[in-house]
């Protein structure tokens, strides 16, 4: 069995949130990336993935993009988001992510264990692309409320951060 560690020297780490409410309209969908995480990524010797583990530093998300809003997202409001994101949302608690069965079909690969956010594990799901070149891609869509996060909202509710957001990795495994 071979260990490769991934982090932010070997791909990316993402978070997309999306807006909602009847002032959707001046808010903004955002793409935020991790800037401190790594994970473990253990391989068969037929190269079929057997286990992840990984750990990300919720205080290291910075915006990279603000997509749809009115205006451009100022350096003031990437500050702010950054601020609600580690104090009322994930509230400084690292993320963490171990499996605990993982199964293949052709170039997909099923991915299940758990998930540690905002002190809160619970069970996720997703689907992860394995390439002949060692990229590892995949999409895990979370539902924050089902963590206990109470999503973010503004101008007295007429503007929402949707529940789901989804968590993005796009990473190559390390050649020997």
């Known amino acids: 069995m071979a260990t490769h560690q991934l982090g932010p020297d070997t791909g990316t780490l993402k978070v997309k949130t999306y807006r909602e409410g009847l002032a959707q309209k001046i808010g903004h969908d955002l793409v935020i990336e991790v800037e401190r995480w790594e994970a473990q990524v253990e391989l068969a010797p037929d190269n079929t993935l057997e286990s992840i583990r990984l750990s990300a530093d919720s205080g290291s998300l910075q915006v990279l993009e603000g997509n749809k ?7 003031k409001d ?22 605990s069965s993982i199964s293949t079909t052709g ?8 998930l540690t956010m905002a002190d809160a594990t619970r069970q996720a799901t997703f689907e ?3 390439g002949d070149d060692g990229r590892v891609q995949g ?23 949707r529940d789901e957001v989804e968590i993005v990795v796009d990473a190559k495994l390390p050649t020997a």
Do not use: C, H, N
């Not at 690969?109 to 758990?114: L, Q």
């Open 69 to 75: 809003g009115v205006k451009p997202l100022s350096d």
């Open 78 to 99: 990437r500050r702010d988001i950054r601020s609600s994101i580690d104090e009322k949302v994930l509230r400084g608690k690292p993320i963490t992510f171990e499996s």
């Open 107 to 114: 170039g997909a690969v099923s991915v299940k264990g758990d």
């Open 128 to 130: 992860l692309e394995l």
């Open 139 to 161: 999409t895990l869509a979370v539902t924050q409320s089902e963590w206990g996060i109470k999503p973010y909202r503004g101008l007295m509710g007429a503007l929402k951060v």
